[in-house]
C-alpha cells in the first residue's frame, strides 16, 4: 500500500505513537481514510502526497475545487474573485440555501466568503511561491477541500 514512501515517511507517519504500546511500523490506514477525504481530492492530490509532495497536492486540490465551482457556476473568473461571484447575494450562481430566512442568507454569506478566502490564504500562495507544508497541514487543507467538495454536491437546486 505504501510502496512509494521512504523509511523515513514511514518513520515519520508512525511518530505518534512514540511511547506508546508497540505497534506494526506500517499504518493500518492511509491518511487520506482516516481524514475521510473526498474522493475526488484524493485522485488529483494522493500520488503527489504519496511522494511528499504536499504543497503540491494541497494546490492540485484546491485548483479542482476552483474548477468544479467554475464549472457548476458558468462564472469565468477564477479564485477569490470566481468565489465571491458564484455564491455572492446579487443573481447568485450557485445557491447553498434557500436564501429565506436570514439564517439562510448568513449561511450563504459565510460560505462564500470561505470558500473565496480558501483561495486566497491557501491555493494562491502554493500557485506563485515555493511553500513547504508538513504532512499535518496538507491532511488539514485537504479535509478543508472535502468539506468545501461535500457542501456544493449537498447544495440546492438553483
Known amino acids: 500500500m505504501f510502496k512509494n514512501l521512504t523509511r523515513f515517511e514511514r518513520i515519520a507517519r508512525t511518530a505518534g505513537n512514540f511511547g506508546s504500546t508497540p505497534q506494526s511500523s506500517v499504518p493500518t490506514a492511509h491518511p487520506f481514510d482516516e481524514r475521510n477525504i473526498h474522493s ?14 504536499y504543497s503540491q497536492a ?22 477569490h474573485g470566481l468565489m465571491m461571484n458564484a455564491f455572492g447575494e446579487k443573481n ?4 447553498l440555501t434557500e436564501m429565506l430566512t436570514q439564517s439562510e442568507l448568513d449561511e450563504q454569506s459565510g460560505y462564500k466568503f470561505i470558500f473565496a478566502g480558501s483561495m ?28 468545501l467538495l461535500r457542501r456544493l454536491q449537498d447544495r440546492m437546486s438553483p
Open 58 to 79: 494541497t494546490f492540485e486540490a484546491f485548483k479542482f475545487l476552483d474548477t468544479h465551482v467554475k464549472k457548476i457556476s458558468g462564472v469565468s473568473d477564477s479564485g
Open 40 to 53: 475526488a481530492i484524493t485522485k488529483v492530490s494522493k500520488a503527489l502526497f504519496d511522494d511528499g509532495h
Open 120 to 147: 486566497s490564504a491557501i491555493r494562491n500562495p502554493r500557485g506563485h511561491e515555493i511553500i513547504h507544508d508538513t504532512i499535518d497541514q496538507c491532511l488539514d487543507h485537504l479535509s478543508m477541500a472535502s468539506t
Open 92 to 95: 447568485t450562481k450557485i445557491k
